[in-house]
């Protein structure tokens, strides 16, 4: 009898510097982008222009992965990277060790929100800054690599 063989897994964290992304037993790969490099600190958050150059700059990295990276997989992210998305509540499914796209993309919604100063958005945002550039990293992955939600490594 054959065992169906289990998904892809893509394993991910985002540092300050870096992301590094891991697949399979021997696919490895070191992408330029990470929290402290996407936009310039500011308490404001990042301004709309940052976020668009952001956007660009990560989807020319993940392009790179596209044909390593099967679909259909799952992605595992680190607990440091989500350790930014941790304030009360802000990410439901986080404490269940699972976030969907659609909870990734309402917090993105939001941070586009805050950089063109939409009154909707005030009050919205992270304890720690690195969040929205966290948020935006894992946005771009999951839509560039097809994965419909994130899961918690262990």
Known sequence: MNTPT?????????????????????????????????????AAGPSAIAIENAIQVVEDQIEGLVPRVPRGGRLVVSADTLAPLQRG?????????????????????????RAVGAPSARGSGFDDPAGDAVVLILREVMHHLGFDALHAAA
């Open 89 to 113: 509540g802000a990410i439901a499914g986080l404490a269940q060790g699972a976030i969907a796209l659609s909870q990734i993309e309402r917090e993105y919604q939001s941070l586009a929100a």
């Open 6 to 42: 289990p998904p892809a897994t893509l394993r991910l964290s985002v540092g300050p510097r870096q992301t590094l992304a891991e697949w399979g037993d021997d696919g490895r790969r070191s992408l330029p982008v990470g929290t402290a490099v996407l936009w310039p600190a500011s």
